[in-house]
Structures are given as structure tokens and as C-alpha cells.
């Protein structure tokens, strides 16, 4: 069984940095990438960034240039978040394919 622990988020204002770090547990393939994901209240669950372990990554269009995805480790993928917007308010989620971790929340606001 895979776990996924998320660390960082918190309160920031519009403009300052945050990040995220996911460490997974359990057996784990170089096969599958792992990625962000993140949902605001109301809206559906939405790809932020995913890497393979072969260093490719991929970014929702609206992070591009503000967003990083990279790993530490073999089980431990960050999220460095620069120039927050209030629209990257969400609840950010670490994902390896069917499993999730719990979410951490990101709240931009003045």
C-alpha cells in the first residue's frame, strides 16, 4: 500500500512563494510519475504539475512559469510555488496513480 504525506501550505499573500513537499512510502514504480493536483471549493479536482522519474514534467498552462515541480529523493516530489495568485487558493493534493494524500491547503489573500 502507497501513502502520501504533504507538507508546507499555508496563508501567503498575492506575489510571495510557498512550498509543497510529498513523500510517498510503499512500494513505488519508476514506471508512473507523480504529480499536484488541487481543487477549490466548487470546482473539480485539476492537474497542477506531474514529473517522471526520467525528469519530465508537465504543467497546467496557468502555473507555467510560476510553478517547479522536482524531487529530493526517490520517494519525495516539491512544489515550489512563486508569485501566488488568489486563484491558486485551493486544497493542494500529492498523487501516485490511485493514491492520494490528505491535501494540504494554500490560501493566497491580501
Known amino acids: 500500500q502507497v501513502q502520501l504525506v504533504e507538507s508546507g501550505g499555508g496563508l501567503v499573500q498575492p506575489g510571495e512563494s510557498l512550498r509543497l513537499g510529498c513523500t510517498a512510502s510503499g512500494p513505488i514504480s519508476r514506471a508512473y510519475p507523480m504529480g499536484w493536483y488541487r481543487q477549490a471549493p466548487g470546482k473539480q479536482r485539476e492537474l497542477v504539475a506531474t514529473?517522471?522519474?526520467?525528469?519530465?514534467t508537465n504543467y497546467a498552462d496557468i502555473v507555467k512559469g510560476r510553478f517547479t515541480i522536482s524531487r529530493d529523493h526517490d520517494n519525495t516530489v516539491n512544489l515550489q510555488m512563486n508569485n501566488l495568485k488568489p486563484e491558486d487558493t485551493a486544497v493542494y493534493f500529492c498523487?501516485?496513480?490511485?493514491?492520494w494524500g490528505q491535501g494540504t491547503q494554500v490560501t493566497v489573500s491580501s
Open positions: 498523487n501516485y496513480q490511485a493514491f
Open positions: 514529473l517522471t522519474w526520467f525528469a519530465t
